[in-house]
T-cell receptor, first 114, second 114 residues
Framework: GESVGLHLPTLSVQEGDNSIINCAYS??????FIWYKQESGKGPQFIID?????DKRQGQRVTVLLNKTVKHLSLQIAATQPGDSAVYFC?????????????FGTGTRLQVTL | DTGVSQDPRHKITKRGQNVTFRCDPISEHNRLYWYRQTLGQGPEFLTY????????KSRLLSDRFSAERPKGSFSTLEIQRTEQGDSAMYLCASSPGVSGNTIYFGEGSWLTVV
């Protein structure tokens, strides 16, 4: 079936380095992708989104890249900080009739070492 | 407005009891969603409201689950005759709908069935 998956369950980076979190999706009909950050015991926090008619979008310290040819999505975090430690989810927005809903992958845990 | 609000944040109940969770979405968001998340997994879609109309329900939403949004504002999710497999975090989310797709999550309601 259609799914959103992540390549690596855990990513460890040193403080100050750049982080790259990857995600593969399989639903070619998805037109909207979102990255969420989830800290322990909390709900997912919106980071950045991108529509399928874009290849790249930048936010504050974060950049999302979308490669529709290979159905790949990545989140780049510049100058990673300890506060960036969390689980990161990519999600695709699936439009079904009048509804829109998110399909999440299992997440990548980002560990920032000092 | 401080975002999506959920209550209670934590609930421990005995198997067979009924539980109810409440969600207050972001003001003026006409779309409201319920998701379920188990440890180590991404959130899974349960159901969706456009104003007071429940437009879609996942197959994950068994007959023991019922969600309402009577006035198109807050929503409740009731689980009857709870089972240990119902233990999870129940997340509520909202979005503006027509004016935007970004879905914002609350902090979740943790349910433990003993």
């Amino acid at each position: 079936g259609e799914s959103v998956g992540l390549h690596l369950p855990t990513l460890s980076v040193q403080e100050g380095d750049n982080s790259i979190i990857n995600c593969a999706y399989s639903n070619s009909a998805s037109d909207y992708f979102i990255w969420y950050k989830q800290e322990s015991g909390k709900g997912p926090q919106f980071i950045i989104d991108i529509r399928s008619n874009m290849d790249k979008r930048q936010g504050q310290r974060v950049t999302v890249l979308l490669n529709k040819t290979v159905k790949h999505l990545s989140l780049q975090i510049a100058a990673t900080q300890p506060g960036d430690s969390a689980v990161y989810f990519c999600a695709e927005n699936t439009l079904t009739g009048t509804a829109s809903k998110l399909t999440f992958g299992t997440g990548t845990r980002l560990q920032v070492t000092l | 407005d401080t975002g999506v609000s959920q209550d209670p944040r934590h609930k421990i109940t005995k198997r067979g009891q009924n539980v109810t969770f409440r969600c207050d979405p972001i003001s003026e968001h006409n779309r409201l969603y319920w998701y379920r998340q188990t440890l180590g997994q991404g959130p899974e879609f349960l159901t969706y409201f456009q104003n007071e109309a429940q437009l879609e329900k996942s197959r994950l939403l068994s007959d023991r689950f019922s969600a309402e949004r009577p006035k198109g504002s807050f929503s409740t999710l009731e689980i009857q005759r709870t089972e240990q497999g119902d233990s999870a975090m129940y997340l509520c989310a909202s979005s503006p709908g027509v004016s935007g797709n970004t879905i914002y999550f609350g902090e979740g309601s943790w349910l433990t069935v003993v």
